[in-house]
Structures are given as C-alpha cells and as structure tokens.
C-alpha cells in the first residue's frame, strides 16, 4: 500500500475514493480492478481465486480495489463479515481479512459485530451507493478500467480485459 494518485478511469472517480487499506495499490499501475463482493457469496469465493491469481501475476502493475456489497437479503451474516473486514482494515489487515474470509467461508456465521460498526457501516453504504451508480446488481462484479466484465469465471477472459490497458513492464 502506498501513497499518490491512483490511476481510475474517468467515470470512477465520482465514486467513493478509493481507500488504501482496502486493495493492493501501486502508484505505476495503469489498470484497476474494481470488484463488488459478498463474503457468504459462493460465485464470490470462486472469483477471489481468480483474482488471487491476477494479483500474483500483476503486481505492481494493476491496482486491486475491493469493495463491499453485502446482499443482506440472501446472505445474513454478510453485512457482519464486511464490518469485520473494515475493522481489520482499521488496523492494516484488511487483505488478510478478506482472503481469510472468502477463502474459509464457514468463518463468517461466527464473526461478532465490531465495536465501532456505526463508523465503519458508513463506508460499507457509500459502497453499496457506489454499486447502484455503477448498476451493479449482485455478486461477484468486477469492473477493469471502468469496464464491467461481471461475474469473471475463467482467468483468460479477466487476463485479455487487463492485456488491453497495462503498459508493458520497463
């Protein structure tokens, strides 16, 4: 995580900025992902792995954004788990939180609300504000230089969409 602009197409930066703690972000990168997620979503979980793997291959060179949007209607505890995430952001964690949390989803029923929900369910509604300007309308959708690709399924397909844009390493 580190300081200076990050590199967002036009029409994402009306949008909620993006916050450091919530992504990996490098100043050079000239592609973001922006991905809207749920932590009891199981399509979730299986595009985490994906990205996961983008991450390994890209860093550096492609911002990861991360971005709450809990479906609280078909997911009870997910407003919970994206509290917990932000917690743990609060304290630098938040990958770790969030990989924790889609890659061992059984975690999330036994999460305990934060003790300063109030602040941090704030963010986690200017994010859902954000996905409704966006249209987003479930989860996982991710979006690559303002491009909304949805659910990714396969790694060739989120692979070309990056290929596109990213400046060639010097």
Known sequence: VTSGAINLPDHLNTLTPPDRRNGIISPSASVTIVTFEDYECEACAYNH???????????????????????????????KAALAVEAAAERGQFIQKHDELLENQSLVANLVEPANSENLLTKIRQYEADAKKLGVEGTPTTFVNGRNLGYVTDLETISKEIEKDILPVS
């Open 49 to 79: 792995k994906i990205l996961k793997q983008l991450r390994n291959k890209y860093l550096g060179r492609v911002n990861f954004i991360f971005r709450h949007y809990p479906l609280i209607d078909q997911h009870p505890n997910a407003l």
